[in-house]
């Protein structure tokens, strides 16, 4: 039988295995154990009769002049391929067995190659068995697992019974449906169709923006990972006659709380997800093998911040009236709604919800033990999935996720979520959906206790420029900083950053008063710091390349009436009513003063420097840090990285981004040395890397 057209489903399938050829995302597979004498021949004729009956099981695609045709094989004499194993110890055959199921169920489909399925057949024993089914989704849906199931088991008995078997030929087939489709595609009800979901998807955004552990790839892979979700018999009891009470499906009432998940996890209130439909709303299509599901979109408004009963009437809503649409093809939605086309994102949704009957889908051959494999699934069609069922022991399923986009700690911490979610509604469904909670108990202590948990013991009671006079105390002689070809001591340093605070304070410098400091990168720079903070004032440092109107804006900004430079900087800053203090033409009158720590009311909640912002959002703004959060950041960083007594550190940062304190105060509270980098070394790669060999540096940070 040659050039019968596809169905609408068929062609959105095809038009993705060209983009994908080894794709092998759209195979559906199940597998099962039998246990007991199995009659291998009449199973293969079993098959062959079914493949006989269905002409779609023979079905292969091309095309023809342009056109995407199928063509319908006729029937032929097929072997059951067996694959023997039963010579193979236990542990072997485990191990072969695994490997024989990922091949036989990831083995791509060539659309354009007879057959679109896979019966195999491992013997694992003289009454052990493995039987394992794939097909591709474009001859094959959900639905027809009951058909071919049903008929395989009916088969096998009368093979068994040694009656002939004539095949009743089905009154209609795929191929009819197709014919069909076409021709209602083209009647004035695709008008009415088109209308209804035109209105009802105007506007969507074109992707929910669930936060993910990778950014989205340019071309997305359809690798993907299951985690298991199982609700308790208590849990689901409760969902069901919930769901009773107020008048609606537990579909409707799970899809309603997973929405909620989806827009708090998105911050979206305008939830599009798909659902799958069976559709086989004739009679005549109920028994036949083949593609016939559709996609339906079900999109829900969840502004307003309703609670969950008035929002699971909106649910009802949509719900119904997307079913009663159902038969426009998904497909062709996607066609006259001119979606963009993606490589990274599905179209118009990317969040599937499943609810499937299972009903009917066991097989059942005579004096045969069958369990059914569980499947160890290794794609995902769409960025998540959730499929649910409800089964004897109470509501279960999985979320199927791509691994490009999510790790299985992020699933695994969604599926508790949503489990909250559901408690928190059965118990108080009248709760407005912002505030139904989402956090596990064990979320909950972790967030709210353990991780508040941040209490440690660290000097709070003194500042900063008391841990560096503690440190002189212990290694008076040990380096403190280099600068080229200069460097001092501990005990130098401190005596002279002493002389310059007793200096400031002769002149009017006090506890909660703002010095501000541009000096180039040298010994000074960490003399006039330590010489402001043990003046019991606080500094506000501006690099030195400024532009002078920031330089103006933030002097009058802060007020500041001190400032300490150098002579090769006075001109380039603002002439106002602040006091300029020259280090270096001043350091006659400086130096007269004393080596001894000075005294000073400074407490730690007092302030240590104020640094301005970039001003990139409006106005630079002045943030104010107390000596009780340096020495606490300080603290911490003692710990991590966890400098030394003896390690030397190339600071290479400006003081006027706040990481310098990093860079000062923590080696001078260890006994560290600091290297200081000039402006010229901090630009050029090849002076720093001279300058780590040079002086054995063992610790360096710097933003990339």
């Avoid at 072969?96 to 169920?105: A, D, P």
């Amino acid at each position: 039988t040659n050039n019968i057209p596809l169905s609408s489903n068929q062609k959105g399938l095809w038009f993705l295995w060209q983009l994908e050829p080894h794709n092998n995302a759209y195979n559906i597979n199940n597998s099962y154990q039998l246990e007991g004498e199995l009659d291998t021949s009449a199973l293969s004729e079993s098959w062959i009769k079914i493949v006989e009956r269905h002409e779609n099981l023979r079905a292969v695609f091309s095309t023809l002049n342009g056109e995407i045709i199928q063509y319908i094989h006729q029937p032929e004499k097929i072997e059951l391929p067996i694959i023997y194993l039963q010579n193979l110890s236990v542990n072997e055959r485990q191990i072969v067995v695994s490997q024989l199921q990922n091949e036989i169920i990831e083995e791509p489909f060539d659309l354009t190659a007879y057959p679109l399925w896979r019966l195999k057949l491992i013997k694992l024993s003289p009454t052990s068995h493995l039987l394992s089914i794939t097909l591709h989704h474009i001859i094959f849906d959900e639905w027809s697992w009951d058909v071919l199931l049903s008929e395989l088991g009916s088969f096998y008995r009368e093979f068994l019974a040694n009656k002939t078997i004539e095949v009743v030929n089905l009154p209609i087939h795929y191929a009819d449906f197709a014919y069909w489709q076409q021709q209602y595609l083209q009647s004035e009800t695709l008008d009415n169709l088109w209308h209804y979901w035109q209105q009802q998807l105007a506007g969507i955004e074109p992707l929910l923006n669930l936060p993910t552990d990778q950014p989205r790839p340019l071309k997305i892979s359809f690798i993907g990972a299951t985690e298991a979700v199982k609700f308790s018999s208590s849990l689901s009891i409760a969902l069901k006659e919930f769901s009773q009470q107020y008048g609606v499906t537990l579909f409707m009432t799970l899809l309603a709380a997973f929405e909620i998940l989806l827009s708090r996890y998105s911050g979206q209130t305008d939830i599009v997800i798909g659902s799958p439909s069976a559709s086989r709303n004739r009679e005549e299509v109920e028994r036949l093998i083949g593609f016939f599901a559709n996609t339906i979109v079900l999109r829900t408004d969840l502004g307003g911040n309703p609670s969950f009963i008035e929002l699971l009437g909106r649910v009802k809503e949509t719900t119904l009236g997307a079913y009663d649409h159902q038969d426009l093809p998904f497909d062709q939605l996607v066609q006259q709604l001119n979606t963009d086309r993606s490589l990274n994102y599905h179209p118009i949704f990317q969040v599937m919800f499943a609810w499937q009957n299972t009903q009917g889908r066991s097989l059942e051959l005579p004096e045969i033990d069958i369990t059914q494999i569980p499947q160890n699934i290794k794609t995902s069609k769409f960025d998540l999935t959730l499929e649910l069922e409800e089964t004897d022991t109470g509501i279960t399923g999985f979320f199927e996720y791509r691994t490009d986009l999510f790790e299985s700690a992020t699933i695994r911490r969604m599926v508790g979520h949503f489990q909250t979610l559901l408690e928190a509604i059965i118990t108080n469904p009248q709760t407005s959906i912002g505030q139904l909670p989402l956090l596990t108990p064990q979320e909950q202590q972790q967030l709210l206790v353990e991780w508040n948990n941040t209490q440690v013991e660290y000097p709070h009671n003194k500042c900063i420029h008391q841990l560096f006079e503690e440190q002189v105390e212990r290694t008076p002689d040990a380096v403190a900083v280099i600068f080229a070809e200069q460097q001092i001591t501990y005990r130098e340093l401190n005596h002279r950053a002493n002389q310059l605070a007793h200096y400031l304070q002769s002149i009017g410098v006090q506890p909660e008063s703002l010095v501000g400091i541009s000096v180039d990168r040298s010994l000074e720079m960490v003399i006039g710091l330590l010489g402001i903070l043990k003046a019991g004032a606080a500094y506000v440092p501006l690099d030195p390349t400024y532009p002078a109107d920031r330089v103006a804006y933030i002097l009058d900004h802060s007020q500041a009436n001190f400032f300490l430079t150098t002579s090769n900087l006075l001109a380039t800053l603002p002439q106002n009513e602040t006091q300029f203090i020259c280090l270096d033409r001043e350091w006659a009158v400086i130096s007269q003063q004393s080596e001894s720590n000075p005294e000073s009311a400074v407490k730690p909640d007092n302030l240590s420097y104020v640094i301005y912002t970039s001003g990139s959002t409006g106005k630079p703004k002045g943030v104010q840090i107390c000596h009780q959060s340096l020495v606490s950041f300080i603290n911490s960083m003692e710990k991590e990285p966890g400098l030394k007594n003896g390690d030397k550190l190339l600071a290479v940062t400006t003081i006027s981004f706040d990481i310098h304190t990093l860079e000062i105060y923590l080696p001078l509270t260890v006994g560290a040395t600091i290297i200081v980098a000039s402006r010229e070394m901090t630009i050029d790669g090849r002076q720093l890397a001279n300058e780590i060999a040079k002086h054995d540096v063992n610790v360096m940070q710097a933003t990339p």
